[in-house]
């Protein structure tokens, strides 16, 4: 019988913003936070570490791009404000991966709450209060 180690982040329908492309973005950003802690529980090496966390980077850009390109082409009020929570955990994250590369820290299940909360946090927070006003300019 093989263990396995439980979602730190289940997807649940509270996350999602009705924005279709945001969702699925926003899903997939869970199931990377998801893969890189069962990697950790699992005891993977420090490459395929790495490999997930470099993923969750990219794809964290990418999608902070798409939310940002529908929030700046609609004028959206509080769009600087919420670049600005952007560039943060960009920031942060980035400076972990040199920490990590460099072996200065290691993946720890304090990492992995920050990940967790500061997703919860941004997409019931930062994220929902955009919603009204992107689908009142289009975006579904």
């Known amino acids: 019988m093989s263990t396995t180690?439980?979602?730190?982040?289940?997807?649940?329908?509270?996350?999602?913003?009705?924005?279709g492309i945001i969702d699925v973005q926003h899903r997939n950003l869970v199931n990377t936070v998801n893969e890189l802690h069962q990697a950790m529980g699992a005891g993977h090496g420090k490459d395929k570490l790495g490999q997930?966390?470099?993923n969750l980077i990219k794809y964290t850009q990418t999608h902070f791009?798409?939310?940002?390109?529908?929030?700046?082409?609609?004028g959206y009020p509080e769009y600087?404000?919420?670049?600005?929570?952007?560039?943060?955990l960009t920031a942060t994250v980035v400076d972990f991966q040199?920490?990590?590369?460099?072996?200065?820290?290691?993946?720890?299940v304090d990492i992995m709450g920050f990940l967790k909360d500061w997703l919860?946090?941004?997409?019931?927070?930062c994220d929902k209060k955009y919603v009204p006003f992107l689908n009142a300019h289009g975006v579904h």
């Open 98 to 108: 040199r920490k990590f590369q460099s072996n200065e820290v290691g993946l720890s």
């Open 52 to 54: 997930i966390l470099s």
């Open 80 to 88: 600087a404000q919420h670049k600005v929570e952007h560039d943060r």
């Open 65 to 74: 791009a798409t939310e940002e390109k529908f929030m700046e082409s609609r």
């Open 5 to 19: 180690t439980a979602l730190l982040f289940p997807w649940s329908d509270t996350y999602s913003v009705k924005i």
């Open 120 to 125: 919860v946090k941004h997409i019931l927070g």
